[in-house]
């Protein structure tokens, strides 16, 4: 069974940084993408960054100056550093990841529980 951990998150002040890691577990199974979402109260769900199997990242507009994704492929970890945060940067931040199973499962997806920064001003 494929799980997710998440950690990193808490309380910033405005301009400070914080790294979220996110560790998948289990085994059998490639990784195709992974990926930090962010919830933001009363809104909408949104991408915040990406990072596929063959290293392409991208980031959403406002964000990719001031975050950086990575992966270390042999924990199978991927890491959200974020710098300059904003108080619009307060959200629960999510870990997803696509996975491929050749086993038969195919494709899935995953999604972690969720961590919260607070930026405050």
């Known amino acids: 069974q494929v799980q997710l951990a998440e950690s990193g998150g808490g309380s910033v002040q405005y301009g400070g940084s914080l790294r979220l890691s996110c560790v998948v577990s289990?085994?059998?199974?490639?990784?195709?993408?992974m990926e930090w979402y962010r919830q933001a109260p009363e809104k909408e769900r949104e991408l915040v960054a990406s990072?596929?199997?063959?290293?392409?990242?991208d980031y959403a507009d406002s964000m990719k100056d001031r975050f950086t994704i990575s992966v270390d492929n042999a924990q199978n970890t991927v890491y959200l550093l974020m710098n300059s945060l904003k108080p619009e940067d307060t959200a629960v931040y999510y870990c997803?990841?696509?996975?491929?199973?050749?086993?038969?499962?195919?494709?899935?997806?995953?999604w972690g529980q969720g961590t919260l920064v607070t930026v405050s001003s």
């Open positions: 289990g085994r059998g199974f490639e990784v195709n993408e």
């Open positions: 997803h990841v696509g996975l491929y199973f050749p086993d038969g499962r195919g494709y899935v997806e995953v």
């Open positions: 990072s596929t199997s063959g290293g392409v990242t």
